[in-house]
């Protein structure tokens, strides 16, 4: 793909400060900030309750990062930490658990109490975090084309969403995850394989969820000679943070690693849940929810194998046109999308990254925008219902998660002509 080329695909002005070029998702991470910590400081006052509305889940995993910090790796995966991610979940949250060590401001899983001062300063630090997948978002729409009024919505639409899972349930290591996977398709996008590979890789190593976009990121990222090569980069961090947490306690680490528990008696149960061989029960009442997301890791090879042949003729033009572009984000929210199909058990949060991607993949199209921005909105916050039943809350879910990816699914425009190398030429099917 020649300069000019690569150019016209790309809105971006390498001359402008980064602070003014991403400027509406750093608006949009402020005013989370801001929304969100009055939502849950002042927020319950309207429900007639006093204390404040912190989430539960990120303390356990604070103290997973304390752990670290300390140097004790052998803790990562033991009571009460309740971690079941890759390490990578607690190293994000190294600094923020460093910043309230040297505050005095102590760690502790649980509830937190009434009016806990940590959340102070856990609340606004766990949401910057977080919003490394706005941008992305930023980046990768602009990349598309969109113009500054479409960011704009993109960016509102994203941060809504996203506060379902930094603000309302304090785990910002699948936003983390995310937007290290949707840095690794700009980079595809780019051509530039080894980049994407290395943050495909950090991605899994803090939350294998993204494992799920993997073989379409790998099949679309290199040609099948260099795949080893994708591979084996893109293995190399979670495998060696895996490796130092098993070294200082095998035990631990690999019963939580792979049996990925979680508790229907506290979490929505899905119909999958009678499924004893997707969905085994453990002993304690917990639900090993490995099974079903081996299941879904393999439809999602088969989405991969899909597509495959559209990935093959953008690689041999050297050119990733928008369309293409868009494509293979939408693809990707559909990846993501298959947990919450399969998942015997379910939070709230899980939603939320196939509806981040999607936004992105529908960012370049106001009729496609609009509508993904409302139902990824209804759907962030119709998922925070305590219905119980298996299918009375699953099946709103997953019809309106797919409403949204069929309003993001992004048309296909006339071919642009990419010219060839030099030295190189090209028929009509794209072979050369």
């Known amino acids: 793909m020649t300069p000019a080329t690569a150019g016209s695909y790309s809105s971006a002005d390498p001359s402008e400060p980064w ?30 309750e006093k204390a404040w509305a912190v989430p539960d889940d990120l303390w356990a995993t604070l103290v997973a990062a304390q752990r670290l910090l300390h140097g004790d790796l052998a803790g990562l995966y033991t009571a009460p930490t309740n971690l079941v991610s890759f390490p990578g979940a607690a190293v994000i949250l190294v600094p ?47 990349r598309l084309g969109a113009n500054l009024l479409k960011r704009f919505l993109l960016a509102a639409a994203s941060a809504t969403a996203l506060w379902n899972v930094s603000i309302r349930w304090g785990h910002p290591e699948d936003a983390v ?18 980049r994407a590979a290395w943050l495909a890789g950090a991605a899994v190593s803090v939350q294998p ?15 099948p ?72 890791v393999l439809v999602a090879c088969g989405c991969a194998a899909l597509t ?48 981040a991607v999607a936004l992105v993949a529908a960012s370049r199209d106001w009729l496609r925008l609009i509508p993904a921005a409302v139902t990824a909105t209804v759907l962030t916050f119709l998922s925070q219902s305590s219905w119980r039943n298996p299918w009375v809350w699953w099946t709103p879910m997953v019809l309106v998660l797919a409403l949204t990816l069929a309003a993001a699914r992004p048309g296909r425009s006339p071919a642009a002509q990419v010219l060839p190398k030099p030295g190189e030429q090209f028929v009509a099917d794209g072979t050369p």
């Open 19 to 48: 602070p003014v070029r991403r400027a509406l998702p750093l608006i949009a991470t402020l005013g989370l900030i801001l929304v969100g910590m009055a939502g849950t400081i002042w927020g319950p006052v309207y429900y007639g």
């Open 225 to 296: 000679r260099r795949l080893p090569g994708f591979v084996a980069r893109a293995a190399t961090i979670p495998a060696a943070l895996l490796a130092a947490a098993a070294a200082a306690n095998w035990t631990a680490t690999i019963q939580a690693v792979t049996n990925q528990p979680n508790a229907p008696s506290v979490d929505h149960p899905t119909p999958w849940i009678y499924l004893t061989f997707l969905a085994p029960h453990m002993s304690d009442g917990s639900v090993a929810a490995g099974p079903a997301r081996a299941l879904a």
């Open 177 to 194: 995850a995310t937007g290290l996977l949707l840095y690794a398709v700009l980079a595809l996008a780019n051509e530039r394989p080894n």
């Open 96 to 142: 923020v658990a460093a910043i309230m060590d040297a505050a005095k401001i102590p760690i502790a899983a649980g509830r937190q109490g009434a009016h806990p001062v940590g959340w102070l300063v856990a609340g606004p630090l766990e949401t910057i975090l977080s919003a490394v997948a706005l941008f992305a978002a930023d980046a990768l729409a602009q």
């Open 209 to 223: 969820l993204v494992l799920l976009a993997f073989p379409l990121l790998a099949i679309a990222a290199v040609e």
């Open 308 to 355: 495959w042949r559209r990935w093959r003729v953008a690689r041999l033009a050297r050119a990733w046109r928008p369309d293409d572009l868009a494509a293979l984000l939408w693809w990707i929210a559909v990846t993501l999308a298959l947990r919450t199909v399969f998942e015997p058990v379910m939070v709230s949060y899980y939603v939320w990254p196939p509806l």
